[in-house]
């Protein structure tokens, strides 16, 4: 197994998560390192992504509210949720892609925010 995700749970409108991903299993400091969101019954949405050594960019609809952040030397990817609303309800999945290497998806982590 290349990614961990951890941190999913159930969240109240508003409230906070922070996700996290453990790339151990890989060279971590050369991948672009996303988090992506799937509803079920739709297609996986980019969320965030990092370059190795660069800012992250993200989906316009959590701008704002979601801070991702990577550490190269412990090979994590986090992913710090604020004001949460309940179309932030999906499974969060890890992604690591680097063209000399391929790609590698986590196992993904529910995140439901509901009152």
């Known amino acids: 197994v290349n990614l961990v995700e951890t941190g999913g749970g159930l969240v109240q409108p508003g409230g906070s998560l922070r996700l996290s991903c453990d790339g151990s299993?890989?060279?971590?400091?050369?991948?672009?390192m996303s988090w992506y969101r799937q509803v079920r019954g739709n297609q996986r949405e980019l969320v965030v992504s990092i370059p190795p050594s660069g800012s992250p960019t993200y989906v316009d609809s959590v701008k704002g509210r979601f801070t991702a952040s990577r550490d190269n030397r412990a090979k994590t990817l986090s992913l710090q949720m604020t004001s949460v609303k309940p179309e932030d309800t999906a499974v969060y999945y890890c992604?690591?892609?680097?063209?000399?290497?391929?790609?590698?998806w986590g196992q993904g982590t529910q995140v439901t925010v509901s009152s």
């Open positions: 992604h690591a892609q680097w063209s000399k290497v391929g790609t590698y």
């Open positions: 299993g890989i060279a971590f400091r050369y991948y672009t």
